[in-house]
């Protein structure tokens, strides 16, 4: 009896897992389909160029035209700003370590010839 | 400013800034790329900031494993050092580059792999820093781990215009390049070198100095 009603539940339950399996498949393809539709088109920037015909740079209209010289020099002026800028940050940061050293060898009491560099401070029996 | 060594920087400060002083004058002998012209001189400052970046990631990640695995402090530090170097070139290249894709691709920001990728792994070196600062006791390890992840990333950066082809030109580029835009873009990369070697001494020293007054503190706070 048990294995007659296990039997019939196990049929209902095929046929239930076959239907979610169908509705699971049918979803992913809708999110998948969703998905490909929301998905970004491939940008125009990176689509050849139709070109239909030549047209003289000068022909073209000012907020067309994009000269490469300004690009060029602030690109080196950034990479100048940066480099020099991180040797100034550096040599504050140094400055500033440099004077907390000071300050520390001032409140420590000097240590004796024979005194390790690492037992600066120690007190002395 | 002297180094633990005791050597001086200032000699290769120097031969870093009269190199890039003068990196303009031999760009501008490399003759002129036949579809991007002009502005496709900004590759000579925009790809030795990434090979830059590139050679400080992989100091970073294996000083990083050597305190993973070794337990070494001046390994750490010297970690710590290049991953803040790692952030500067790294910045280098983001910056130069949208300044080139707008010239010649007519876009600042494709999101295609390659810049996507490289902004990702600026932003792990960036989190590698952020965790230093606020990470409290034992963020060293953490952060180690974050740059070996780093550290292995690079071949996937460096190879994914190969795989996934974009806008962006292929490794092949570089390796096949003329003599007269090989030699000027060599000359650059040696000045990035020599500016990447003072920065990377210089932040190091920094941080053993910082070590140092850390154990004096200690020791003074013992008394």
Sequence with gaps: ?125 | MTWKTGRSPFASLAVGTVMFAAAPVVIAMAPYEATMGLAGKIFYFHVPAWIVMFAAIFVCGTASGIHLFRERPEADRLAVAAAEVTVLFGLMGLITGPLWGRVSWGTWWPWDVRTTLALILEMNFIAYLLLRKYGGPGSDKLAAGLALFGMFNVPIVYLSVNVWRTLHPPTTVVPNLPLTMGVPFLWCVLAYLALFLVMLGGRRQLEEQRASVDRLWLAYDED
């Design chain 1, 1 to 125: 009896m048990t294995r007659h009603v296990s039997a019939t539940n196990d049929g209902r339950g095929d046929g239930g897992r076959r239907r979610w399996t169908v509705r699971a498949v049918a979803l992913a393809l809708a999110a998948g389909g969703l998905a490909s539709a929301g998905a970004a088109p491939v940008p125009a920037a990176m689509q050849p160029p139709v070109i239909e015909e030549f047209v003289p740079i000068d022909e073209l209209p000012e907020e067309d035209r994009l000269p490469a010289a300004p690009f060029l020099i602030a690109a080196y002026s950034i990479v100048w700003v940066l480099a020099f800028g991180y040797f100034w940050l550096l040599s504050r940061r140094q400055s500033a370590v440099e004077r907390d050293l000071a300050a520390l060898s001032r409140r420590l009491p000097v240590p004796d010839d024979d005194d390790t560099p690492g037992t600066a401070g120690e007190k002395q029996p």
